[in-house]
């Protein structure tokens, strides 16, 4: 399983951020996957999943907010962070599986200033 996080960056309170992973070495259409993110100093949050069928599911903290989606072709996954807050500020990674627990990447780091 390999998994590598892009997208990044400094973005100012209200802005948006498109996260992408590129996944590799298993099965991705066929696979659930998800995001987490670890803030300095916090334990991993799990922040939202697609299932194998590619429905989404998010955490209230991210709900209405965050977008989730994939592209089978590419092997791709995707976060589309929109109205962001000093508090989404921290290390985002993807995940094989649901939960957020069977690995992750490198991550990519987020900063949302105000």
């Known amino acids: 399983v390999r998994l590598v996080e892009s997208g990044g960056g400094l973005a100012q309170v209200g802005g948006s951020l498109r996260l992408s992973c590129a996944a590799s070495?298993?099965?991705?259409?066929?696979?659930?996957m998800s995001w987490v993110r670890q803030a300095p100093g916090k334990q991993q949050e799990w922040i939202a999943a697609?299932?194998?069928?590619?429905?989404?599911s998010y955490a209230p903290s991210v709900k209405g907010r965050f977008t989730i989606s994939r592209d089978v072709n590419k092997n791709s996954l995707y976060l589309q962070l929109n109205n962001l807050r000093p508090e989404d500020t921290a290390i985002y990674y993807c995940?094989?599986?649901?939960?957020?627990?069977?690995?992750r990447g490198q991550g990519t780091q987020v900063t949302v200033s105000s």
């Open positions: 070495g298993f099965s991705f259409s066929s696979s659930a």
């Open positions: 995940s094989k599986g649901f939960s957020g627990t069977m690995g």
């Open positions: 697609l299932n194998s069928a590619g429905s989404p």
